[in-house]
């Protein structure tokens, strides 16, 4: 291939043009980036100059409503008007700021029964002294009961005022505003307490404030009207901040008198464009050099190395310039197509595996409800030991194959980089204590010693993926159980600190069949085990320790092996967690397992399905009714009411996701309903898409009977919404026993001085207190305020507790 143009050439003709435009474009740019958050700044500025000045007045004016506060109490006291006259007197000589008078403007006649005004009015006045006014005193001036600023309190309850509108005082002519507020006697209107502020000291301040910073200020009033008026100017594109403030509603508006904020932007942009372009124009020539040096070399570089290879990286962009770029671009895209077309097939690929798994594990969980379910439900029935024996059989072996079915499910979703971590609070004991109650039947079938280790503190809590972390575990110990037939197994729990970081290592060991060396590499591969008579003898998918090893990884972790054939095998696993304080579980205080009386409703196509779920729900109480898809539920749904929607997923007319949806736009009670979700259908985009409908919470098929328990147990307060609350109540008393331990705890916390203790059983026990119980609601708060500031409530307080709790 012949070079009819040169890169180099190219690239110098290239930066002149550059260098042209540069100039005219940068400073476009730079205001286009700079100008908005200078703009918003300076606006933002002059918003809280307007804010801290609304402040300053809204704290005057407030200032002077404690002093009438002060007039009230003293005319609702029931004082001789001596004792009246004296307090008042005394309380302007200690005031200053903006009130100058105020006082007393008692009911005509309540004073005197001859004389119809008598009030205590005093003025203070500029030096200081301060006098008693009587001119409001003559009948002759219309009394002052007729005027508007004691009518407007007349009918107001106590500690409600009004302010007049700003007014030019006759006497002093200075601006003035009276903030009025109504007193009462033993219950009954006594009068009109009154304070008179005078403006001058603060339109002074607020001049004072404004030549300070070069600000035109508009001061305005609840009513409208002005009250100062400060060098405010509006002109076209000025910024005017505006802020509302106090109950009586006055404004102020604020400008920038020296310059328009756009001025100040246009300068401070000016600034920073000065500044940079001397600073770009040498990086732009900086960057020529290394471009020519670090990019245009080497792909001269490699369109001469390339020239008889077709095998290098793959581009595909369209370039019409003829040089060595051009050349690049011929040479690969030679690659181009063939590397498309093979992305295209392992896309088909992976779509087509994810639908194929998402099938299959529908078509497998849909027929295998039925089996496991009828499983359950016969082990509830009256068998004989050896009918019984032959069903647990059944059961377990359904069982299992949905483990190898969730082994392939969960691998499909690492494959695809789906798998995620669920954290939450948990304790370690609460697993071991899994393990115990799994593991040592099993072990002791097979005849094999079980033994668990632990030097993790028992009370120790990890925020983590509790799930997982047993997943991880049951793997390791299936494995061992399934491989090993004599000796033992063990599994040790402790923990490993490396500066901040926490983990938990599990170790789980064996005396089993071991693994050569040889093929230790091969049993975390998916699909493999040590050698191929091992699926043959034990079974198993082979994902087991493929799963454990992405999991661990996942946790920021690892997983090692040691084994020896014939001796027996250890896998450890460490894994990243984080320590949690431990909690006390909140105890839902509310209803028993027994569901008498209530409807439930089950959406479901297949007849055999929707048969075991009936049989299910009958057999905890329910009264069961059933819709073969979404479009029937909904029709019943409108003419009856449930407690309870099992609602299938995958259904003919009308699916799940839209069932739901229209049950939540229902115009009834029944748009509130519980609606247990009960797919096949597993995948995390099935789950949710039918959260997102509105179905309140997901069970997967086959249903087990303890996880529906669960849910039923969690979602508890929803399904009973509509019962009989008389009824409710009634059932409380099954938790009596928990509430005397929570009591107990509490006592004992408390008496250790352990307040942490405390306060997580008060949690736990705050539900439980009847909830128009407003006393022990209070002593509850009591407790736990004194419980916070590290302080043992009393003994009486504890009793009256307990006496609450079970009032």
């Known amino acids: 291939m012949k070079h009819t143009s040169s890169l180099r050439r190219k690239s110098k003709i290239a930066l002149t043009i550059y260098l042209i435009l540069f100039i005219a474009v940068i400073g476009t740019v730079v205001f286009q980036v700079v100008e908005p958050p200078i703009r918003k700044q300076l606006q933002q500025n002059l918003d809280v100059r307007t804010q801290l000045l609304a402040s300053q007045v809204e704290d005057k004016l407030n200032n002077s409503l404690s002093i009438l506060s002060s007039i009230v109490s003293v005319g609702s006291a029931g004082l001789t008007t001596q004792d009246q006259a004296d307090s008042l007197y005394s309380m302007f000589i200690h005031i200053d700021g903006i009130v100058v008078s105020g006082g007393l403007w008692p009911k005509p006649y309540s004073v005197n029964a001859e004389i119809p005004y008598q009030s205590l009015f005093y003025n203070r006045a500029s030096d200081g002294l301060v006098e008693q006014i009587y001119s409001w005193d003559n009948p002759e001036n219309g009394g002052y009961d007729q005027q508007d600023w004691y009518r407007s309190v007349v009918n107001l309850a106590p500690g409600e005022f009004v302010w007049s509108p700003v007014y030019i005082d006759p006497f002093t002519h200075v601006q003035m505003i009276t903030a009025s507020s109504a007193y009462y006697v033993q219950g009954e209107f006594a009068g009109v307490a009154t304070v008179d502020l005078s403006l001058v000291d603060l339109v002074s301040y607020i001049r004072e404030h404004a030549e300070q910073y070069n600000l035109g200020v508009s001061l305005k009033d609840g009513f409208g009207e002005t009250i100062t008026h400060y060098n405010f100017n509006i002109v076209k594109d000025i910024y005017i901040s505006q802020r509302s403030f106090g109950a009586f509603n006055w404004q102020v508006d604020v400008v920038n008198s020296k310059y328009l904020v756009s001025d100040q932007v246009f300068n401070l942009v000016s600034q920073v464009e000065l500044a940079l372009i001397p600073i770009l124009l040498c990086c732009i020539l900086l960057g020529y050099y290394m471009l020519n040096q670090y990019v245009i070399r080497p792909i001269v570089s490699i369109a001469e190395n390339v020239r008889n290879s077709k095998e290098s990286g793959t581009i595909d962009f369209e370039y019409n310039s003829n040089d060595e770029i051009r050349f690049l671009v011929d040479s690969f895209n030679q690659k181009t197509f063939y590397l498309e077309e093979e992305r295209r097939k392992a896309e088909v690929s992976t779509e087509a595996k994810s639908a194929f798994l998402a099938t299959l594990s529908h078509e497998i969980r849909t027929p295998m409800n039925g089996v496991l ?41 690492i494959e695809q980089g789906k798998l995620e971590l669920d954290k939450s609070a948990f304790p370690l004991e609460n697993i071991i204590g899994s393990v115990n109650s799994v593991y040592h039947t099993l072990c002791t079938e097979k005849g094999l010693d079980f033994r668990v280790h632990s030097d993790v503190p028992v009370d120790r809590w990890y925020f983590a993926d509790k799930a997982r972390v047993r997943q991880i575990l049951f793997n390791l110990l299936n494995n061992a159980v399934k491989f090993t037939a004599r000796g033992f197994v063990e599994v040790y729990f402790k923990e490993i600190h490396v500066g901040d970081k926490h983990y938990l290592s599990i170790r789980v ?56 054939l014939g001796i027996g095998s ?139 328990d669960d849910a039923l147990y969690f979602y508890a307060d929803k399904l009973r919404q509509y019962q009989d609350l008389d009824k409710a109540y009634q059932e409380l008393n099954q938790f009596d026993d928990a509430l005397e331990s929570l009591v107990i705890d509490l006592s004992i916390a408390i008496d250790n001085q352990a307040y942490d203790q405390a306060l997580i059983a008060l949690h736990s026990i705050e539900p439980m207190m009847p909830s128009d119980n407003l006393e022990g609601k209070q002593l509850l708060e009591s407790i736990q305020s004194q419980v916070t500031h590290q302080q043992a409530p009393s003994k009486d307080e504890m009793d009256n507790l307990v006496v609450q709790l079970l009032a």
């Open 373 to 413: 379910g009828t499983a359950q439900i016969l082990l509830r029935s009256d068998l004989n030991s050896e009918q019984r024996k032959m069903m647990r059989t059944l059961y377990e072996s359904g069982d299992h194959m949905m483990t190898l079915l969730n082994e392939i499910l969960d691998f499909s979703k």
């Open 509 to 564: 060991r064996d005396t089993g069949i071991g693994i050569a060396k040889d093929a230790q590499s091969k049993v975390f591969s998916p699909f493999e085990q040590a050698e191929s008579s091992t699926t043959r003898r034990f079974g198993g998918t082979g994902l087991g320790l493929a799963i454990v090893k992405q999991i661990a990884e996942l946790m920021d972790g690892s997983i090692t092996l040691s084994s020896e």
């Open 570 to 708: 250890s896998f450890e696993v460490v894994a990243r967690v984080e320590l949690a304080t431990p909690t006390t579980p909140q105890l839902s205080a509310t209803y028993s397992k027994n569901c008498d009386g209530l409807k439930a409703l089950v959406v479901e196509d297949n007849r055999t399905n929707a048969i075991i779920l009936e049989a299910l729900l009958k057999g905890k109480g329910f009264e069961v009714f059933c819709a073969e898809n979404g479009e029937v539920a909904l029709e019943r749904l409108e003419t009856d009411t449930y407690d309870l929607v099992l609602m299938d997923n995958h259904m003919p007319i009308m699916d799940g996701v839209e069932a739901t949806r229209r049950i939540r736009k229902l115009d009834s009670r029944n748009a509130e309903v519980l609606i247990l979700g009960c797919t096949a259908d597993v995948f995390e985009e099935t789950k949710q898409r039918m959260l997102a409908a509105g179905v309140d919470h997901i069970i997967a098929k086959p249903v087990k009977d303890k996880e529906f």
